[in-house]
Nanobody, 115 residues
C-alpha cells in the first residue's frame, strides 16, 4: 500500500531554514509526480510545490518562490523541501502527496516559525 512519511519539521526562528523529507513506499516512486501541500492555522490547505519524475520542479506557490526548493532522490524514494528565509506565515502542517487513482497524503510534519 502507498505510504508517505514526512519528517524534518520543527520550531525555527524567522529567517532560518529547515529541510523536510518525505519517504515513500508502496508504488514505483520514480514514475510519479509528487507534491507538497501545507495548511496553516485558520487557513485553507494550499499547494506549495510539485516535482515531476524527472526532478523538474513545478507550481511553486507565489508565497514561497525564491525561498523554497523541491527536489527528489529516486534511488532513496524520497522527496525534499528545502525551506530558507522562513517567515511566521510559513507556519503550517506540511504534507507530501501522490496521486494514484486517488490522492494519498502523509500524516504531515509541523513547521512553526517564530519572530
Amino acid at each position: 500500500q502507498v505510504q508517505l512519511v514526512e519528517s524534518g519539521g520543527g520550531l525555527v526562528q524567522a529567517g532560518g531554514s529547515l529541510r523536510l523529507s518525505c519517504a515513500a513506499s508502496g508504488f514505483t516512486f520514480s514514475r510519479e509526480t509528487l507534491s507538497w501541500y501545507r495548511q496553516g492555522p485558520g487557513k485553507e490547505r494550499e499547494l506549495v510545490a510539485t516535482i515531476t519524475p524527472a526532478n523538474t520542479p513545478l507550481n511553486y506557490a507565489d508565497a514561497v518562490k525564491g525561498r523554497f526548493t523541491v527536489s527528489r532522490d529516486n534511488d532513496q524514494k524520497t522527496v525534499y523541501l528545502q525551506m530558507n528565509s522562513l517567515k511566521p506565515e510559513d507556519t503550517a502542517l506540511y504534507h507530501c502527496t501522490v496521486v494514484r487513482a486517488r490522492r494519498y497524503w502523509g500524516p504531515g510534519t509541523q513547521v512553526t516559525v517564530y519572530s
